[in-house]
Every structure is written in structure tokens, then in C-alpha cells.
């Protein structure tokens, strides 16, 4: 069982950055594949990152290029996601989830998830 806490969402300008972080339960994080996920109103849930157990980051949505670095601190058992240049098309609650493989977070089926954190940019 892993249990995944984000925090670090809020209201922030267009423009502006927030570093969200994900911390988790448990002494097997390390073998975790990780995801940060977001979902707008009316809108599927997307991958927006995801990174390895290694630490190496394998896929960023076309959307957040260049915007978005996804990194992790296996001693710490954390996950991040620090979001610059952000727009208002950024808003949605983000989400942290945890992936037996690399597989799973990349389509969309890691076994464990956080509740989300909201984050809201103003234009």
C-alpha cells in the first residue's frame, strides 16, 4: 500500500510558478514509477509528467514543454512538479499517483492516487 499527500496548489497569476509536492507512505517508494496527473472542469483527467524510478523523467505533455519540470527524492519519498510560465488553461486539480511500472503511469492505470491538489491561474 502506498498513500500519496499532495500540497502546493493555490491561486496564482498568469505568468507565475508553484511548486507542487507529493509526499508518500511507505518504505517501498523507491520501486514507485510516479505521475503527476490534473483534471479541468469538464474535462479527462491527463498525464501531465511522469518519471521513473530512476529519476528519469520519461514524458511531458505537449502542453506544459518547457513549463514543467517533474523530479523525486527517493530518501525523502517525494515526488514534485514545479510549474512555471503558467497560464490560465493550467487550471485544474493536480493529482500525484504511484505505478508498479512505468507502463501503468503512462496509460493511465497506477494503482495508487492522491486526493489532488486545486490549482487556479488568473488571467
Known amino acids: 500500500q502506498v498513500q500519496l499527500v499532495e500540497s502546493g496548489g493555490g491561486l496564482v497569476q498568469a505568468g507565475g510558478s508553484l511548486r507542487l509536492s507529493c509526499v508518500a507512505s511507505?518504505?517501498?517508494?523507491?520501486?514507485?514509477?510516479m505521475g503527476w496527473f490534473r483534471q479541468a472542469p469538464g474535462k479527462e483527467r491527463e498525464l501531465v509528467a511522469a518519471i521513473r524510478t530512476t529519476g528519469a523523467v520519461v514524458k511531458y505533455a505537449d502542453s506544459v514543454k518547457g513549463r514543467f519540470t517533474i523530479s523525486r527524492d527517493n530518501a525523502k519519498n517525494m515526488v514534485y512538479l514545479q510549474m512555471n510560465s503558467l497560464k490560465p488553461e493550467d487550471t485544474a486539480v493536480y493529482y500525484c499517483?504511484?505505478?508498479?511500472?512505468?507502463?501503468?503511469?503512462?496509460?493511465?492505470?497506477?494503482?495508487?492516487w492522491g486526493r489532488g491538489t486545486q490549482v487556479t491561474v488568473s488571467s
Open positions: 511507505g518504505r517501498t517508494f523507491s520501486s514507485y514509477a
Open positions: 499517483a504511484a505505478g508498479s511500472t512505468i507502463f501503468l503511469v503512462l496509460n493511465r492505470g497506477p494503482e495508487y
